[in-house]
């Protein structure tokens, strides 16, 4: 019973931790259009902000947001100078981001190296619930992963700016008749997706070993979570999403292998997306 229990606290934690890592993807895909490829990069970025930060000396915390709004300025440049011109032609805007991918990852090798780098956990240790212990660093990302999603939520669907948002994604048009400026929200949405990006970089570094190529994990990872979840569905599914890709890998695991288990999630989502395309939550 223990075990189950704790198999099924993992797999929680971890599709929580997913959803963080692939809502900045979301955010642009579901609201711009945008198939964001420098996600992974940008990811990567917070991650080595917060270690260079760490390092020098600043707090976890203030690490962590100026790097996720370091991450939303570099958005902002890309934005700016290039995206902002392409929204109407997506396989140029896929390029666009592929380009800065490769550029920012050549970039991070120069100034920082390819050496692996650690950032310390802020809060080690674990909560034990006396049927199940808990992670403490992990449960902590879980919890603002969730925060950031029910923010999104009111955002979207209590505020007068959020009905405008959605409008957007159903009519540009129609929004800017709403009074939406809609260059403004593009660049807007684009930013908060970078800010999320970076956000989830830096607080997913003391889980794992800083490198170059971290965010090419997240990256490949991410669009299933959007995809399999479903295209569009912004919240729910990237939750949905987020757990048959991570969380139920954990579940597998239980029974095989961890390379088996990744395998079969693969497999599954190809199944998911071959009799929905989706993804779960698209309407029918």
Not at 154 to 170: D, N
Request: aromatic share 10%; proline share 3%.
């Amino acid at each position: 019973m223990n075990t189950t229990l704790s198999v099924l606290a993992d797999s929680t934690l971890i599709t929580f931790v997913f959803a963080l890592a692939a809502l900045g993807l979301a955010v642009v895909f579901g609201l711009v259009g945008v198939i964001n490829m420098g996600h992974g990069a940008m990811l990567t970025l917070g991650a080595y902000f917060t270690w260079y930060a760490t390092t020098s000396g600043v707090a976890f915390i203030p690490a962590v947001l100026a790097s996720a709004i370091g991450v939303a300025v570099v958005g902002l440049v890309l934005e700016h100078l290039l995206i902002r011109h392409f929204y109407d032609r997506p396989f140029e805007t896929l390029l666009l981001t592929w380009g800065f991918f490769l550029i920012a990852t050549e970039v991070i090798k120069i100034v920082f190296g390819t050496d692996l780098r650690t950032v310390t956990n802020p809060l080690p240790g674990a909560f034990n619930l006396s049927v199940v212990t808990l992670p403490a660093y992990e449960s902590l990302v879980a919890a603002i992963s969730l925060g950031i999603l029910l923010i999104l939520a009111l955002v979207l669907f209590k505020t007068s700016t959020g009905i405008k948002i959605r409008a957007l994604v159903q009519n540009a048009e129609v929004a800017s008749l709403l009074g939406l400026n809609v260059g403004l929200a593009y660049k807007g949405v684009f930013v908060l997706g970078s800010f999320l990006a970076g956000l989830a970089g830096a607080l997913i570094s003391p889980m794992l070993s800083v490198d170059p190529y971290i965010g090419n994990i997240y990256l490949v990872r991410s669009f299933f979570v959007v995809i399999v979840g479903g295209i569009g569905q912004l919240l729910g599914g990237t939750l949905v999403g987020s757990f048959i890709i991570g969380g139920s890998e954990t579940l597998f695991a239980l029974f095989t292998g961890q390379v088996l288990a990744q395998t079969i999630v693969f497999v599954l989502a190809i199944v998911v997306l071959r009799f929905r395309p989706s993804g779960v939550l698209r309407p029918r």
